[in-house]
């Protein structure tokens, strides 16, 4: 029975009972609901006790307590691992342009389209391409040569693809054929020597259209490779070869 319907029954019951021995309404309602309390308290505690345990999920409000924030809100607004170390597992400290040194590999050490290599310092190392047969539709086929000539050997690791294209007037003027290699890690004695093959393009790098046979046959080979010198601290140079005609084996 709730308090009002126990209030309504025990005002009917008075108003038949003699002055003497009416019932103080007010006082047996909260003597009701006192008697009540303890069994209320103890079904609450019971529900949630059986809501955590099938999950922690929430805890039931009980009677006369003010909302209770449930585990899954809670969790939710906890921070994640990321957030509260500042988001440390989203990287960083990596070089993301994948630039050289370090293990990075370079996209290559040729001069761009239309420019001129830069002149390089000596860094006991020389680059040679030479031609090894004709142009055909693939491109032309060349040999690059890297050559020690420091006075002592050289430990080197390859920074860049060794890569060759077409110039004319000691401007790059087709796209780079490149071996392939990259990170290889090599000594160089004095005098020693290592070599790649490559297929150069005969294609214009600025329109993509195939160049004029007879600028092909105007035009020289130009070579290039970026390495790390291992032995120098991990300093890492750019060695360019001289111009080479096509027609010269």
């Given at each position: 029975m709730?308090?009002?319907?126990?209030?309504?029954a025990?005002?009917?019951?008075?108003?038949?009972?003699?002055?003497?021995?009416?019932?103080?309404?007010?006082?047996?309602?909260r003597?009701?609901r006192?008697?009540?309390?303890p069994?209320?308290?103890?079904?609450?505690?019971?529900?949630?006790?059986?809501?955590?345990g099938?999950?922690?999920l929430?805890?039931?409000?009980?009677p006369?307590?003010?909302?209770?924030?449930?585990?899954?809100?809670?969790?939710?607004?906890?921070?994640?691992?990321?957030?509260?170390?500042?988001?440390a597992?989203?990287?960083?400290?990596?070089?993301?342009?994948?630039?050289?040194?370090?293990?990075?590999?370079?996209a290559g050490?040729?001069?761009?389209?239309?420019?001129?290599?830069?002149v390089?310092p000596?860094?006991?190392?020389?680059?040679v391409?030479?031609?090894?047969?004709?142009?055909?539709?693939?491109?032309?086929?060349?040999?690059?040569?890297?050559?020690?000539?420091?006075?002592?050997?050289?430990?080197?690791?390859?920074?860049?693809?060794?890569a060759?294209?077409?110039?004319?007037?000691?401007?790059i003027?087709?796209?780079?054929?490149?071996?392939?290699?990259?990170a290889?890690?090599?000594?160089?004695?004095?005098?020693?020597?290592?070599?790649?093959?490559?297929?150069?393009?005969?294609?214009?790098?600025?329109?993509?259209?195939?160049?004029?046979?007879?600028?092909?046959?105007?035009?020289?080979l130009?070579?290039?490779?970026?390495?790390?010198?291992?032995?120098?601290?991990?300093e890492?140079?750019?060695?360019?070869s001289?111009?080479?005609r096509?027609?010269?084996?």
């Open positions: 709730s308090d009002e319907q126990l209030r309504i025990l005002d009917r019951a008075a108003e038949g009972a003699p002055g003497a021995s009416r019932l103080d309404v007010g006082a047996a309602v003597a009701s006192a008697r009540r309390l069994a209320q308290l103890l079904a609450g505690t019971a529900a949630a006790m059986l809501v955590l099938a999950g922690g929430a805890i039931a409000a009980l006369g307590v003010g909302g209770v924030i449930s585990a899954a809100d809670e969790s939710a607004d906890a921070p994640t691992a990321g957030e509260a170390d500042g988001g597992e989203s990287g960083g400290g990596a070089d993301s342009d994948g630039g050289v040194g370090g293990g990075g590999v370079d050490a040729l001069a761009a389209c239309g420019a001129a290599p830069p390089e000596d860094s006991g190392l020389e680059l391409v030479r031609a090894t047969g004709d142009a055909g539709p693939e491109g032309i086929p060349v040999r690059i040569t890297l050559r020690g000539t420091a006075e002592a050997p050289l430990e080197l690791r390859l920074v860049s693809e060794p060759a294209a077409l110039a004319s007037d000691g401007r003027i087709g796209p780079a054929g490149t071996d392939g290699s990259a290889t890690r090599f000594a160089l004695d004095p005098g020693a020597e290592r070599t790649w093959t490559a297929l150069v393009p005969t294609t214009s790098c600025a329109t993509g259209a195939p160049l004029d046979p007879a600028a092909v046959e105007g035009a020289a130009l070579a290039a490779v970026a390495v790390e010198l291992l032995d120098a601290g991990g890492v140079v750019a060695v360019i001289e111009p080479s096509i027609g010269a084996r």
